[in-house]
């Protein structure tokens, strides 16, 4: 019997919410199926930040590695999904502390009782960086989060982003894990191989180990 798959992927269209200020995404068809042309091909502009994303060094830090030369192993591997439902502007330790026994090296943290897919929400949840310190402290390689940031949206000195950069972790943002059981998975999130860009989208499922 083959294991089941969780799609913790947003979908990503033209409606799909940005940051404020980011671009969004557009897409053009630049040759369509007609008698003289057999393909359909399009151009997509779009921020990399669009939809589940993992975030680069370089994004966050002006001499950080872009996303295209980050090591994969973070992306791929055993991770845990914990519930902090309606914990508020931020997520502490007291919020995940039913679930943080023997973690494996990749952290879920699923605050939306439904991830807003229609309209970005300024009043995201993020991640206290005492939090993201704690967790690496314990062997954490990767965080992820179901909201558009681990800093509050208004945040100009991203304290938990700055801790990403000095411990060396790595970061899933906009994920959807409306109907994930807490529990541990297989995660599968690998970034496109962007040599120069500051994030790359990632189609992020989930594999019941």
């Known amino acids: ?6 799609d913790i992927s947003p979908p990503v269209h ?6 404020p200020g980011d671009t969004a995404y557009r897409q053009e068809w630049v040759a369509s199926i007609t008698p003289g042309c057999p393909v359909n091909v ?30 994969l192993s973070p992306y791929l591997g055993r991770c845990r999904v ?22 494996p090296p990749r952290v879920l943290v699923r605050t939306y009782e439904r991830a807003p897919q229609a309209a970005f929400d300024n009043d995201l949840p993020a991640f206290d960086a005492a939090l993201v310190e704690w967790l690496a402290d314990r ?4 965080v992820g ?15 938990s982003h700055q801790v990403l950069r ?29 040599i120069h860009a500051d994030a790359s989208p990632v189609r992020a499922v989930l594999r019941d180990l």
């Open 82 to 103: 914990v519930h902090a439902i309606g914990c508020g502007p931020l997520v502490r330790l007291e919020h995940l502390a039913h679930a943080v026994d023997d973690l």
């Open 166 to 194: 000095r411990r060396h972790v790595r970061v899933l943002e906009n994920l959807v894990l409306d109907d994930v059981p807490e529990g541990d998975y297989e995660l599968i999130a690998l970034p496109l191989k962007l």
């Open 1 to 6: 019997m083959s294991k089941r798959l969780w």
């Open 145 to 159: 989060i179901d909201s558009s940031s681990v800093d509050p949206a208004a945040s100009k000195e991203l304290p």
């Open 42 to 71: 399009s151009a997509i502009t779009m921020s990399p930040h669009v939809g589940a994303h993992a975030d680069a060094p370089l994004h966050y830090d002006p001499q950080g590695a872009a996303i295209g030369m980050v090591d």
């Open 14 to 19: 033209a409606g799909a919410p940005v940051f």
């Open 139 to 142: 062997g954490v390689t990767l």
